[in-house]
T-cell receptor, first 110, second 111 residues
Framework: EDKVVQSPLSLVVHEGDTVTLNCSYE??????LLWYKQEKKAPTFLFML????IEKKSGRLSSILDKKELFSILNITATQTGDSAVYLC??????????FGTGTLLAVQP | ETGVTQSPTHLIKTRGQQVTLRCSSQ?????VSWYQQALGQGPQFIFQ???????GRGNFPPRFSGLQFPNYSSELNVNALELDDSALYLC??????????FGQGTRLTVV
């Protein structure tokens, strides 16, 4: 059965810290892995990764995929209180449905 | 703002009733998917529509049904509501194989 496991489940850091969020997956016919940020309701798209070893970067956020070991990490440097959210990892097998993990709840304290 | 809009934002229904949730896709997107997100969980795939045809379904009973219209807007219908149907219902639109963009969701409470 396809599944996505995220760790840690929750994390509390202080502003300025660097955090690493983990996502491991098992899926048949993998096509892509996606990261979303969910603050209140709508998950907002961060990254889509399809190739191993190629880092995607957007400002203080970056992500990389390892298709051999079946995992991805999301890094956030110099965290700010506005980074507080649930970070969701999802994989996209055929049929375009997204299989999500439970998410990592990140709290950034001033 | 993703351009995906959902209505209503909140809804309270009684067990056994029926409910219809609506989604307007981002312009140009021909694929719409529906997800159910229970508190503290990740979204669970309900089904997807592509050019008005159902194109995949998750592990949800037949009382969950949907439609996609020629303008690519969509409806999710749930019959015979149960207490466990209380959740955030998310609609996402996109193109096949590309990233999905989510609406703000409809918070459904069944009492």
């Amino acid at each position: 059965e396809d599944k996505v496991v995220q760790s840690p489940l929750s994390l509390v850091v202080h502003e300025g810290d660097t955090v690493t969020l983990n996502c491991s997956y098992e899926v048949t016919n993998f096509r892509s892995l996606l990261w979303y940020k969910q603050e209140k309701k709508a998950p907002t798209f961060l990254f889509m990764l399809t190739s191993s070893g190629i880092e995607k970067k957007s400002g203080r956020l970056s992500s990389i995929l390892d298709k051999k070991e079946l995992f991805s990490i999301l890094n956030i440097t110099a965290t700010q209180t506005g980074d507080s959210a649930v970070y969701l990892c999802a994989v996209n097998p055929p049929l375009n449905k997204l299989i999500f993990g439970t998410g990592t709840l990140l709290a950034v304290q001033p | 703002e993703t351009g995906v809009t959902q209505s209503p934002t909140h809804l309270i229904k009684t067990r056994g009733q029926q409910v219809t949730l609506r989604c307007s896709s981002q312009s140009g997107h021909n694929t719409v998917s529906w997800y159910q997100q229970a508190l503290g969980q990740g979204p669970q795939f309900i089904f997807q529509y592509y050019r008005e045809e159902e194109n995949g379904r998750g592990n949800f009973p037949p009382r969950f049904s949907g439609l996609q219209f020629p303008n690519y807007s969509s409806e999710l219908n749930v019959n015979a509501l149960e207490l466990d149907d209380s959740a955030l219902y998310l609609c996402a639109s996109g193109h096949p194989g590309a990233e999905a963009f989510f609406g703000q969701g409809t918070r459904l409470t069944v009492v």
